[in-house]
């Protein structure tokens, strides 16, 4: 794959070939139709609403002369990504020992409790109760809290000693 294509890696093949026909300035009804596809099968690809098969990412490699395989591999970090969101998604503790009103500002459902860790620690530690505390160090571990717990400590000290 070229490296104009590795900051798409994540992205659905579909936005990449919108961006492509754009680019070249092809309307997508007449492109997909040249390759003998329905542009409703097309249509729902750029959308991101239908995965890209193999047979269909060839056809558009050729006829845009990008490097083979270009499209499927970009699926398939698609697909990792999806699968990988999954994972976020189960992986995150039991909200149940959690109150809602720690999380205001934003959905708790839609929390990556690994991207925003940091967060989420020291929001619970600067107003939560012991509960949730404890569900909090069960989830992320002492070793993950302790250095951001720290942090908060010599942050608190050097606020008190200057005001």
Do not use: C
Request: proline residues 3%.
């Amino acid at each position: 794959m070229k490296k104009e294509f590795e900051k798409y890696k994540g992205i659905h093949p579909g936005a990449v070939l919108e961006r492509e026909l754009d680019k070249r300035n092809l309307a997508q009804r007449p492109f997909a139709l040249s390759l003998m596809e329905h542009p409703q099968t097309f249509n729902a690809i750029i959308k991101g609403k239908r995965d890209m098969n193999t047979g269909i990412a060839i056809k558009i490699e050729n006829a845009l002369g990008l490097e083979e395989g270009t499209l499927v591999i970009l699926q398939a970090y698609y697909d990792i990504k999806k699968e990988k969101q999954k994972f976020l998604h189960v992986a995150r503790p039991d909200i149940t020992h959690l109150r809602k009103s720690l999380f205001w500002d934003t959905d708790i459902n839609a929390i990556n409790w690994e991207k925003q860790s940091g967060a989420v620690i020291r929001r619970i530690f600067e107003r939560g109760n012991i509960t949730e505390k404890k569900e909090i160090i069960k989830f992320y571990g002492a070793s993950t809290i302790k250095p951001i717990v720290k942090e908060m400590i010599l942050k608190n000290k050097n606020k008190a000693k200057k005001g």
